[in-house]
């Protein structure tokens, strides 16, 4: 049923592009090349119009935007057009734009975009509109939009055609016009206490500054690999040392790891450094420059995210990891004295841990376990151990921990901060510590940088600095629940080489090939010849036992790699009860998250809690496996979307 539906469908909406491309030629042939237009004057926006009708009233205006609606009634018409600020109606009389105008009128397809010219009114039923005296076409519109009740829906669409995303869902769009005002906020108050934005280099030979893997790339014109920035902290540092006392920098960094939720691999950071001020200085800053944004941007420093109300007004909580530890965990760190009694509390508490990890490490690992997700106020978790922690300066009454805090929202790291390391003598000994855990399998560990250490010799001042994961200020501040809601183009998983050369091939096509068709042309085959599956069961199960298994479509609501797991995704299910179910599978050496958000899976929902890395896992996600050559392949079984989540199958 569902695949002659399709094949019905299909054919109505090539012909309608078929007729969209037949309009074009036709207003070509007559002299009217919508493509030809180099500009338009724009007075006023829709909104400008709406928020002070009573000024507008009567005036002329000139708006230009996308037609979304269209009502055509003889010898009078309405539309809607979309501009960056909103909608506005415009009444459209043939006998006010002129006969030979108001047929082409009627010729415009939603998606078009038109400029309108006219006064400002008010409609019978009390809507403000546009009297149209002039309408022009200055762009047409080759493709259908998605039906206006039903929108763009599906998550990866929307990511990978954010163009279609931001025209037909009005809160995407809010959403980036909020994200820019929140760094607009950002830079107003920081250059009013002083600081200058500055920009330092994206190729880099030494990417330090953060435990994270680089990517690597050639310049050819030097014969050099050089390597994409993970941070932001050492040429900032540099222009401390040169006596630029108070710098900041908001961009792009990269970094070489997995996508989920809360993470992408180009993500914006803006990191600053303070001369002469410390950690607890920069504990300050970010109390006043979270509220000074809510406030600017959002007329409140209350915010409201998945249910839970956070107040940015009140004073934030300070603690130190091992009493957050000692708090949540029930395990006091100033009793552990030596790596081995450290080694035997994880292994009590099933933490996993390597060999090269040293007590300080290991402490980390109970505050990622047991901490951060009650870490829901706005909370600053101060003095880490300095196993973790290569660019910080020591406590002087405890050389075991350093002068760095990490500030946590919604059981997020929202920010990283230091009283900076100065002693170029200690840094040199960091450094080769962290050569050393390199070599031991780390590969997120930093490198030894020598121009780094000589400006460090020519003298740093004692220094406050850190880094703001703008994006994640962007997803509370603006409600989202995935990191690629708040980036306009984030990271996708190519579509593969069989779709990129349909779409091609559709390009150099005639007007009526569609990129459907050349898809269709370009079949992929498998080849099974080489392919084993499991034998088959020969012990039978009797009936009633096979019933009890719940098997239930599934919709998948958030897909994240699990930390410290490199097989792990977690799943947060919609399984139709109204209660979300937490599933783990070990599937991550074949998807990446991103790949199964929104997607529709079948799942066992009657099994028992299963506890995986500390997480009830609540059912199984149903895959097929088989072996290639010895090598295990699998495939998520992913259904129809139409199937609602909860449908069970008999």
Same mark, same amino acid.
């Given at each position: 049923?569902?695949?002659?539906?399709?094949?019905?469908?299909?054919?109505?909406?090539?012909?309608?592009?078929?007729?969209?491309?037949?309009?074009?030629?036709?207003?070509?042939?007559?002299?009217?090349?919508?493509?030809?237009?180099?500009?338009?004057?724009?007075?006023?926006?829709?909104?400008?119009?709406?928020?002070?009708?009573?000024?507008?009233?009567?005036?002329?205006?000139?708006?230009?935007?996308?037609?979304?609606?269209?009502?055509?009634?003889?010898?009078?018409?309405?539309?809607?057009?979309?501009?960056?600020?909103?909608?506005?109606?415009?009444?459209?009389?043939?006998?006010?734009?002129?006969?030979?105008?108001?047929?082409?009128?009627?010729?415009?397809?939603?998606?078009?975009?038109?400029?309108?010219?006219?006064?400002?009114?008010?409609?019978?039923?009390?809507?403000?509109?546009?009297?149209?005296?002039?309408?022009?076409?200055?762009?047409?519109?080759?493709?259908?939009?998605?039906?206006?009740?039903?929108?763009?829906?599906?998550?990866?669409?929307?990511?990978?055609?954010?163009?279609?995303?931001?025209?037909?869902?009005?809160?995407?769009?809010?959403?980036?016009?909020?994200?820019?005002?929140?760094?607009?906020?950002?830079?107003?108050?920081?250059?009013?206490?002083?600081?200058?934005?500055?920009?330092?280099?994206?190729?880099?030979?030494?990417?330090?500054?953060?435990?994270?893997?680089?990517?690597?790339?050639?310049?050819?014109?030097?014969?050099?690999?050089?390597?994409?920035?993970?941070?932001?902290?050492?040429?900032?540092?540099?222009?401390?040392?040169?006596?630029?006392?108070?710098?900041?920098?908001?961009?792009?960094?990269?970094?070489?790891?997995?996508?989920?939720?809360?993470?992408?691999?180009?993500?914006?950071?803006?990191?600053?450094?303070?001369?002469?001020?410390?950690?607890?200085?920069?504990?300050?800053?970010?109390?006043?420059?979270?509220?000074?944004?809510?406030?600017?941007?959002?007329?409140?420093?209350?915010?409201?995210?998945?249910?839970?109300?956070?107040?940015?007004?009140?004073?934030?909580?300070?603690?130190?990891?091992?009493?957050?530890?000692?708090?949540?965990?029930?395990?006091?760190?100033?009793?552990?004295?030596?790596?081995?009694?450290?080694?035997?509390?994880?292994?009590?508490?099933?933490?996993?841990?390597?060999?090269?990890?040293?007590?300080?490490?290991?402490?980390?690992?109970?505050?990622?376990?047991?901490?951060?997700?009650?870490?829901?106020?706005?909370?600053?978790?101060?003095?880490?151990?300095?196993?973790?922690?290569?660019?910080?300066?020591?406590?002087?009454?405890?050389?075991?921990?350093?002068?760095?805090?990490?500030?946590?929202?919604?059981?997020?790291?929202?920010?990283?901060?230091?009283?900076?390391?100065?002693?170029?003598?200690?840094?040199?000994?960091?450094?080769?510590?962290?050569?050393?855990?390199?070599?031991?399998?780390?590969?997120?560990?930093?490198?030894?940088?020598?121009?780094?250490?000589?400006?460090?010799?020519?003298?740093? @001042? *004692?220094?406050?600095?850190? =880094?703001?994961?703008?994006?994640? $200020?962007?997803?509370?501040? %603006?409600?989202?629940?995935?990191? /690629?809601?708040?980036?306009?183009?984030?990271?996708?998983?190519?579509?593969?080489?069989?779709?990129?050369?349909?779409?091609?091939?559709?390009?150099?096509?005639?007007?009526?090939?569609?990129?459907?068709?050349?898809?269709?042309?370009?079949?992929?085959?498998?080849?099974?010849?080489?392919?084993?599956?499991?034998?088959?069961?020969?012990?039978?199960?009797?009936?009633?036992?096979?019933?009890?298994?719940?098997?239930?479509?599934?919709?998948?609501?958030?897909?994240?790699?699990?930390?410290?797991?490199?097989?792990?995704?977690?799943?947060?299910?919609?399984?139709?009860?109204?209660?979300?179910?937490?599933?783990?599978?070990?599937?991550?050496?074949?998807?990446?998250?991103?790949?199964?958000?929104?997607?529709?899976?079948?799942?066992?929902?009657?099994? @028992? *809690?299963?506890?995986?890395? =500390?997480?009830?896992?609540?059912? $199984?996600?149903?895959?097929? %496996?088989?072996?290639?050559?010895? /090598?295990?392949?699998?495939?998520?079984?992913?259904?129809?979307?139409?199937?609602?989540?909860?449908?069970?199958?008999?």
């Amino acid at each position: 049923m569902g695949d002659q539906q399709k094949n019905t469908q299909e054919p109505d909406v090539n012909q309608l592009r078929k007729v969209r491309r037949e309009k074009l030629a036709d207003l070509q042939a007559n002299g009217k090349n919508p493509f030809e237009i180099t500009k338009y004057d724009v007075t006023c926006h829709a909104t400008d119009i709406k928020e002070n009708f009573e000024e507008m009233e009567g005036k002329h205006v000139s708006v230009a935007g996308r037609v979304m609606q269209k009502r055509v009634m003889g010898k009078a018409s309405f539309c809607n057009i979309l501009d960056l600020s909103g909608n506005i109606q415009s009444y459209v009389a043939r006998d006010s734009i002129g006969e030979d105008s108001y047929k082409d009128f009627k010729k415009l397809d939603i998606g078009d975009i038109i400029g309108i010219e006219g006064e400002v009114f008010k409609t019978k039923t009390g809507e403000i509109s546009i009297h149209a005296s002039a309408v022009k076409l200055l762009s047409k519109s080759l493709q259908i939009l998605p039906e206006k009740f039903h929108g763009l829906t599906n998550t990866d669409t929307r990511y990978r055609q954010r163009y279609v995303d931001l025209i037909v869902n009005p809160e995407v769009r809010d959403t980036f016009i909020k994200r820019s005002r929140i760094i607009s906020a950002v830079r107003r108050y920081l250059d009013g206490q002083g600081f200058m934005e500055v920009e330092t280099p994206m190729l880099v030979a030494n990417a330090g500054g953060a435990a994270a893997r680089p990517f690597e790339t050639h310049f050819n014109a030097l014969n050099e690999d050089l390597k994409l920035r993970i941070s932001l902290e050492l040429y900032l540092k540099r222009l401390i040392v040169g006596g630029l006392e108070r710098v900041y920098e908001i961009g792009r960094v990269f970094r070489n790891e997995g996508l989920d939720t809360r993470h992408n691999p180009e993500f914006t950071l803006m990191e600053l450094y303070q001369a002469y001020t410390d950690y607890n200085g920069m504990m300050d800053l970010t109390e006043n420059l979270y509220r000074h944004v809510a406030q600017e941007v959002l007329g409140t420093t209350k915010i409201v995210y998945k249910g839970i109300e956070m107040d940015l007004g009140e004073p934030f909580e300070r603690i130190t990891m091992v009493d957050a530890v000692k708090k949540y965990a029930g395990v006091d760190w100033n009793e552990v004295e030596t790596l081995e009694q450290a080694r035997e509390l994880a292994k009590e508490h099933n933490l996993e841990f390597e060999e090269r990890h040293k007590k300080g490490d290991i402490l980390n690992l109970f505050f990622e376990e047991y901490v951060e997700e009650h870490l829901l106020q706005p909370t600053f978790v101060m003095d880490h151990p300095v196993e973790i922690s290569p660019l910080t300066k020591k406590k002087p009454e405890n050389p075991n921990y350093v002068e760095r805090f990490e500030f946590f929202m919604n059981g997020w790291e929202m920010a990283n901060a230091y009283s900076e390391l100065n002693d170029p003598i200690d840094q040199r000994e960091r450094f080769a510590a962290q050569e050393e855990a390199f070599a031991a399998g780390d590969e997120e560990a930093n490198h030894t940088d020598e121009d780094f250490l000589n400006a460090l010799e020519i003298g740093m @001042p *004692p220094t406050g600095g850190i =880094g703001f994961g703008i994006d994640r $200020m962007c997803m509370l501040l %603006t409600g989202a629940e995935a990191i /690629r809601d708040v980036l306009l183009f984030p990271t996708m998983k190519s579509m593969g080489a069989a779709k990129n050369e349909a779409n091609n091939a559709a390009q150099s096509a005639p007007a009526e090939k569609t990129v459907e068709k050349a898809i269709a042309e370009v079949k992929e085959t498998y080849d099974f010849s080489n392919v084993e599956v499991e034998p088959l069961f020969k012990d039978m199960v009797d009936f009633e036992t096979f019933s009890k298994s719940d098997f239930r479509a599934v919709k998948v609501k958030e897909c994240e790699a699990v930390p410290k797991s490199k097989k792990l995704l977690k799943f947060v299910l919609n399984d139709g009860s109204g209660v979300d179910r937490v599933i783990l599978s070990g599937i991550h050496d074949y998807y990446e998250p991103e790949e199964l958000v929104g997607k529709t899976l079948l799942a066992i929902t009657n099994l @028992p *809690p299963r506890k995986m890395m =500390g997480i009830d896992s609540c059912g $199984m996600i149903i895959s097929a %496996t088989h072996l290639v050559e010895g /090598r295990e392949g699998l495939n998520v079984l992913i259904l129809d979307d139409k199937i609602p989540a909860g449908a069970k199958l008999y």
